[in-house]
């Protein structure tokens, strides 16, 4: 079992910066490709951004690049999503999640399924 928390959600206004970490805890954290996600209210879970278990390669999606980064901290445990120049469309509860390092990471990270952990979950509020 792997256990994940995550932190550092909060109410921001557009334009502002906030740095998420999830913490891992049970299993060996370096045994795991990470990535965020995002869920809006009524909408599906979306892919944000991963990182192989190495941090050798990551991977965001088109509409975050350039202001959302994914890293890790192996020896802390830790992955983080810096989010900078948020806009209100970033409004969700972002999810970070674990799934066994795989040299197919970067044909299944975009799909939440085929994850094995996930976190709960902590809300970032982006108002205009």
């Known amino acids: 079992q792997v256990q994940l928390v995550e932190s550092g959600g909060g109410l921001v206004q557009a334009g502002d910066s906030l740095r998420l970490s999830c913490l891992a805890s049970?299993?060996?954290?370096?045994?795991?490709?990470m990535g965020w996600f995002r869920q809006a209210p009524w909408k599906e879970r979306d892919f944000v951004a991963a990182?192989?278990?190495?941090?050798?390669?990551?991977y965001s999606t088109e509409s975050v690049k350039g202001r959302l980064t994914i890293s890790r901290d192996n020896a802390k445990n830790t992955v983080f999503l810096q989010m900078n120049n948020l806009k209100p469309e970033d409004t969700a509860v972002y999810y970070c999640?674990?799934?066994?390092?795989?040299?197919?990471?970067?044909?299944?990270?975009?799909?939440?399924?085929?994850?094995?952990?996930w976190g709960q979950g902590t809300q970032v509020t982006v108002s205009s």
């Open positions: 999640a674990a799934q066994r390092a795989s040299p197919l990471f970067v044909a299944t990270m975009e799909i939440p399924d085929n994850y094995d952990y």
């Open positions: 049970g299993r060996t954290f370096s045994n795991y490709d």
């Open positions: 990182i192989t278990w190495s941090a050798d390669k990551s």
